[in-house]
């Protein structure tokens, strides 16, 4: 009967035991949860603002022939996309924003065979598209066009030999 007893004091110690470490733990997940739901999320807004810029630097790189530099901006926008795709799931604007993957897909391949006159249709290419999305989920007002001055006066678009 001791023994009986014994054990019993064991197991209710042992739940006890596992009670307070899956308090612990659900109250460690508590504050995880709400530090994720008060993190800084980039609005839709901030990320188009982004690719905006990459769009130009990628114009500027691919016009001055510095394909390492367009090659990487033509990816920045690709990332940008990624994440607005990850990171805006629930925006009506995410849903078309696929149409830009094969005019992205065009002018890298004219920067990875280094074609100034592909690169040059394609980027039309690809910025006609981006106006055709913003039409088709009611931005229209926000046209994008080729740029005519680089975004900084701090950046030398020419190729490194």
């Not at 612990?24 to 982004?50: C, F, T, V």
């Not at 390492?68 to 996309?81: P, Q, S």
């Not at 924003?97 to 992205?104: D, F, N, Q, S, T």
């Not at 740029?147 to 490194?160: G, H, K, L, M, Y």
Request: hydrophobic fraction near 40%.
């Amino acid at each position: 009967m001791k023994y009986f007893f014994f054990l019993l004091f064991a197991f209710l110690l042992s739940c006890n035991s596992d009670n307070k470490q899956i308090s612990i733990l659900n109250a460690r997940i508590d504050s995880l949860q709400k530090q994720l739901k008060d993190s800084y999320h980039p609005g839709l807004g901030e990320m188009m603002s982004g690719i905006q810029v990459h769009h130009n630097k990628l114009w500027f790189a691919g016009k001055n022939g510095n394909w390492e530099l367009a090659d990487f901006e033509v990816h920045e926008i690709g990332e940008t996309v990624d994440d607005i795709v990850k990171f805006q799931q629930n925006r009506v604007e995410t849903k078309a924003i696929g149409m830009i993957r094969p005019a992205l897909d065009s002018v890298t391949t004219a920067i990875s065979q280094k074609d100034p006159i592909a690169f040059q249709r394609n980027f039309s290419v690809l910025t006609n598209t981006c106006n055709t999305c913003h039409k088709a989920v009611q931005f229209g007002f926000n046209v994008v066009k080729i740029p005519e001055t680089p975004p900084f006066s701090n950046q030398d678009f020419r190729a490194i030999h």
